[in-house]
């Protein structure tokens, strides 16, 4: 890790950062492979980051860091999903307060818990009743964190989802906010998001929330989500439970049923992980779904192995 660390600042320097005797240079990354099986359909998908982190405390007690990093990402098909995305990043710490600017923001949204599966299995089955949430939460904006006592609000504001090049941030039609409350209360987590986008086509908001509750070894989630996008309501009931097997092996479960007009979909998932050390896991994760369903599989299944450092 140090000749990582020496190297970054070689390169950071050669890029124009000034890396001060006093800031932190961190490098960080991940990786990996899944392999998809649903019916006769079988697909690969790959990918990996790279983050550069650099920080430092000024004399007044402000932590100030700024990142900047790159993705790549390819589930073997030829679409918009694949290719090569950089973010960056600033934050202003202070006091139990947090001030983020980012490219690639993402803002808090949503209810649902019953998703425990990487989001590769979710393309191999059919098509089916979903809450479409409030349309994309992601891109260049800025977010707002503070302590309230023990619990936590973080509200964030995104100008343009369509964008992640700050030139262009302000120059589009689609925005989006979002906020969420958490609430610490001994061994229960009552967590309360609000989202709501606006562009060119379409405009939604969500309402949502979730109580997450430790027993047994692990913790369980009760969630609830109200989605209107563009007129049409959806409503998603979820539950997960996650636990861990031993000290390297972890298994979560989950559901999820959404319903709309008199459509409605079920969603089965499991997934367990399996830490190798030294950053490396395997995970084998299945879904299924029934209900009002378009034509496609009913069960898919992936596994994989992922890499962090």
Same mark, same amino acid.
């Given at each position: ?9 070689? !390169?950071?320097? @050669? =890029?124009?950062?000034? /890396? %001060? *005797? ?6 960080? &990354? $991940? #990786? ?88 590769? !299995?979710?393309? @191999? =089955?059919?098509?089916? /009743? %979903? *809450? ?6 992601? &891109? $260049? #904006? ?97 539950? %997960? ?69």
């Amino acid at each position: 890790m140090k000749k990582i660390a020496y190297l970054a600042s070689a !390169v950071l320097a @050669g =890029l124009g950062f000034s /890396t %001060a *005797a006093n800031a932190d240079v961190t490098v960080s &990354g $991940a #990786g990996g492979v899944e392999v998809l099986s649903a019916g006769s359909t079988a697909n690969v998908s790959q990918g990996g980051s790279v983050t550069f982190t650099l920080s430092t405390t000024t004399a007044s007690g402000i932590t100030i860091s700024t990142s900047s990093g790159f993705g790549t990402d390819s589930d073997g098909a030829a679409d918009a999903a694949d290719g090569t995305n950089e973010f960056s990043s600033m934050s202003f710490a202070a006091g139990g307060n947090t001030v983020t600017i980012a490219t690639a923001l993402e803002l808090p949204a949503g209810g649902g818990v019953g998703g425990v599966s990487k989001d590769l !299995v979710s393309t @191999g =089955l059919a098509t089916g /009743t %979903a *809450a479409a949430g409030a349309g994309d939460h992601t &891109g $260049a #904006g800025v977010q707002i964190s503070t302590a309230l006592g023990s619990a936590s609000l973080t509200v964030g504001y995104v100008f343009d989802t369509g964008t992640t090049t700050p030139q262009s941030a302000t120059s589009g039609n689609d925005t989006a906010f979002g906020a969420s409350l958490s609430m610490p209360m001994g061994a229960v987590t009552v967590t309360i998001n609000h989202a709501q986008d606006n562009d060119s086509t379409t405009s939604g908001s969500e309402t949502g929330g979730n109580i997450a509750y430790a027993i047994g070894g692990g913790t369980l989630k009760v969630g609830y989500l109200d989605d209107t996008t563009s007129g049409a309501a959806a409503t998603e009931t979820s539950i %997960a439970y996650s636990m861990s097997l031993d000290a390297d092996t972890s298994l979560a479960i989950g559901y999820k049923t959404t319903d709309e007009g008199t459509a409605s979909t079920q969603v089965t998932e499991v997934g367990i992980t399996r830490a190798m050390g030294g950053g490396v896991s395997l995970f084998l994760d299945y879904s299924s779904i029934a209900g009002s369903t378009g034509s496609g599989n009913n069960s898919a299944m992936a596994f994989g192995t992922n890499i962090a450092f």
